[in-house]
Structures are given as C-alpha cells and as structure tokens.
C-alpha cells in the first residue's frame, strides 16, 4: 500500500508538472526560482509522504506542499520574518483598469492562490481550505473579497 | 469589460506562463533526491540493529557454538591456496522456515603452523550476528507474513606472502535488498587478523593520501560517466568523509591497496558494494 501511494505520488507530480511549476512561479515571479521550488516540493512531498493519513487528500496534499514551500522560499528571499499573509494591503481599493497584470498584482498571494486554485486549476473550496489549511467558510470568505477588489461578480452557483 | 470576461483574460495569462523543459527534469530529481535519501535511512537503521544484535551476541557466544553444532554442519575442502594457507568450510548454517530462510557458510583458516584461533574466532562471531539477527526476526514475526532471507558465502581474494584476505559476502532480502561485505585480513607470519589501521599506524600521511585518492577517483568516474553515482561528504553533505581505518580492504595481485565499500555506504544502493584501487604511486606498502 505504501509502494502504491508513492508511485502515485511520483506520476501526478510528472504528469501535472506543468501546473504545479506555474504555481510555484505565481509566488516567485521569476523562471530559476520557480524552478527551485518544484524540485525542493517533489522531494518533500516523497519524503513526508508517509504522514499523509488519508491517501484521497494526495493530489491537494500536493498542492499544500508546493505552496508552502512557495512561501518559504520569499520569505528566504525576502528575508522577512512576517508571513506574507499577515501583509495588510494599505488600500482596499477596487481596481479599475482591464489590465490582467495589474488585476492579479491587485491581490495579495493569499487571494491570488485561492483565485488560481479556484478558476484556473478547477479545485472545489472544500479542496482549496485543505491545500490552505483553512476551513472552507474563510476560503469563501476571501475568494469574495479578491473578486470584489478585481470588479468580478458572478452568479452565486459558480461558487 | 463583464466580470466574467475579466476572469477568463486572467486565466489566459496564467495559463500562458512558459514552462521550461528543465521543470520536468527538476521534478524528477527531487524525487531522485528523496528516494535516495529514503532508502539509505532504512540501511542506517537496520545497521544499528545489527549493532545490538552484535553486542548480545557477545555474551553468549559460548553457548551458541555448542548449540550449533548440533543444528549443522558440513565439511568441505576449499583448493588449498598455495604452501601453507587453507581456508575450509567450518560449518554451514541452514535453515528455512515459511518465508524465512538462511544459508550461511562459516570459513576456517590455517596457516602453516600458526595459531589461527583468534582469527577463526572473530569470523565466527561475525556470523553468529547474522544468524541471531535471523533467528531475531523468525522469533518476532507474530503474524507470520514477514520475509527474510540471509545468505552468506565467502572467496579468498588474496593469498600472497604476506597476507591471506577472506572476503564474506552477506546478502540480506527483507523488503529490498542489501549487500554487506566484510573482509579479513590474515598476517601469515603470526597468524593474527590485521586492520587497515594496524598497517596505516607507521606510515604517517597515508591516510589523508588514501582520503583523497578516493575522493578524486569519485569525482573522475562521476565526471567520466552519468550513470555513477558517490556521496562526498564536502560536496553532499553526507557520505565519503575520510578513510577512519576500519574500512574494508585487501591487496590485489599487484600489490595495490583496495579499500571495499559497503552497499549505501559511500553510493547510492543501486551502485551495490564499490571498490578503489589506491596506486602504488600515492601509497606502498
């Protein structure tokens, strides 16, 4: 059993390696420490992959480890102590332009991954709260608040 | 501009974020990474139970000759290997139970009219562990659906006029493979076993020559071919660190040193047990 979770493991990380580098670049903003952080993920995700307890959270179990090894890696980067979630956007703003770069920049990474997870990668809430390790009212929570500061509203079953 | 197609200008420029070919090799080296890492743990642990296996065995070695004895034995005449060195089949531990089984042979060795007891000794001891280790795990599977399967063989690698070297081979299968070496080395003028600190104890500097002949040996065939694999310790952060003297190791007909590595020990398993030839030029002895 054992065998078989790390052979599963090792080809969703194969084969969606696209995804998970386009995720770890989200956060770096630049190809060689994208780069960085799709292989220390693939290396924890085999190493630690004994203290996943329920075998069905693998592919968002997945996800959980390239984002916080994301963030480990600005904070190295940056130096920084604080997390980047307790980052207090100065303004709330809404954005006004169309400009897709400008709309994303408008996010701060929290929002953004909750975004990326959401519409681009296809991830219900009830995943996207356990690849954050948050409950799923919160992920609402601030799905709501990045679409509101990007002027996107949608009907309330796209939710 | 409609929110929707906000979103979907959004998804656009996220889906069209390049990917290099490099993250696909990058992920596959993590993987590599922590496999390696992976199973060169498991090694560490079953070693260490070895090593308490080996202390335990010790204390009651007495009682497990005698014991022995009874459970098997075979005589076997091994080529007598020139004038006055021979090497026999002592005895041979056999067992099989379930999935368990165990074949280890146990050498003897005389040389001309020397006392060889404490050398016959020691390879005794050495294969009284293996076979308390076996007995260790039948006695501890309750369940009765565990493997383990030890055989133990050995081959006379050197006999020159100096030295006898006696080279056992140990293979271990419980859930994979691991090969374990040991090498003893025979004076044949006393008779008594010898270590590679004992022959390195007059020869100041060679030690640190040995260290880094085998060191630029590693990074010469690393370079030379992809497929080989050693862990430097200054480069990995584990693995080949220094020669300590307690290596394995024997005289090839050239009179070269050859210092024997363990399976896991300064490679990855797939590379088993490795061997470096140390050149006269850097050591002789």
Known sequence: MKQKIEEQAESLLLNNYEKYYRLAYSYAKNESDALDIVQESAYKVLKDIS???????????????????????LRKRNNETVSIYDLEIPHEDQYQGDDPKEMIAFLNEEERTIVILKFFEDLKLEEIADALNMNVNTVKTRLYRALKKIRVTLETEHV | MEGKDRLNDLKEEYVN?????????????????????????????????????????????????????????????????????????????????????????????????????????????????????YEKQVTADFTGDGHYSVTSSYEVIADNETYLSLRINTTVIMASGAESVKIFNIDKKTGKEISLKDILADKPGYQEAITESIKTQMKDQMAKDDSLTYFVKEIDGDGFDRITGEENFYFNKNGELVIVFDEYEVAPGYMGSVEFTIPKSTVEF
């Open chain 2, 17 to 133: 974020i390049p990917v290099p070919a490099a993250a696909y090799d990058r992920m596959k080296q993590g993987i590599k990474q922590a496999k390696e890492e992976k199973r060169r743990r498991i090694i560490m642990r079953s070693l260490k139970r070895t090593g308490a296996a080996a202390a335990a065995v010790l204390l009651t070695i007495g009682v497990m000759a005698n014991l022995s004895s009874v459970t098997a034995s075979a005589m076997e005449d091994i080529p007598v290997l020139g004038a006055i060195a021979k090497v026999v089949t002592f005895r041979t531990f056999e067992d099989k139970k379930g999935n368990y089984d165990a074949k280890i042979d146990i050498p003897k060795v005389s040389i001309g009219n020397n006392d060889s007891g404490q050398v016959n000794r020691s390879i005794e001891d050495y294969a009284n562990q293996l076979i308390k280790e």
């Open chain 1, 51 to 73: 203290k996943l307890k329920d075998q069905s959270l693998l592919s968002t179990w997945i996800y959980r480890i390239v984002i916080n090894t994301s963030i480990d890696f």
